[in-house]
């Protein structure tokens, strides 16, 4: 495993246990998260975020918060935290354990989720979620 491709994909997850909605949703506090993050994004970033089973992928840090508060919309609170990350070469699979509070619920629910990072030259390239994270595991040739 690639210790440092592990750490890029972890900077770019940030403090485990932050509820991302107003992060992402207030300008001033995106600004501010995001100077850090567009560090260690490649030049060529992307997302791939899946609508009605269509990929679209979303370009750059704006891209990224477009995903994110698209992602969002439904949540009042929501935070993650990492499970575990495996690394088989030039991508970082990172497993989490995710928490959310949909508007107007008392009720948080739990779940898991997967994202695999594409890292290069030492930057995130590409990151493409997944609902199951045995399918993440999957995508990079790997099986649980």
Request: hydrophobic share 45%; with cysteine; charged share 25%.
């Amino acid at each position: 495993m690639s210790q440092e491709n592990v750490e890029v994909a972890l900077a770019l997850i940030g403090d485990a246990d932050v509820d991302l909605v107003p992060l992402v949703r207030d300008d001033a506090s995106w600004a501010a998260a995001a100077q850090g993050v567009v560090a260690i994004l490649h030049p060529d970033f992307e997302i791939v975020g899946t609508v009605i089973g269509t990929e679209r992928p979303f370009v750059g840090i704006d891209g990224l918060r477009e995903f994110l508060l698209d992602w969002l919309a439904p949540w009042e609170a929501y935070r993650s935290e990492v499970v575990r990350t495996v690394d088989p070469g030039d991508q970082v699979v990172t497993i989490f354990r995710i928490f959310g509070r949909r508007e107007g619920s008392t009720s948080e629910l739990e779940s898991s989720a997967a994202w695999t990072c594409t890292i290069r030259d030492g930057k995130v390239a590409r990151i493409v979620g997944y609902a199951d994270p045995d399918e993440a595991l999957k995508a990079v040739g790997l099986e649980e």
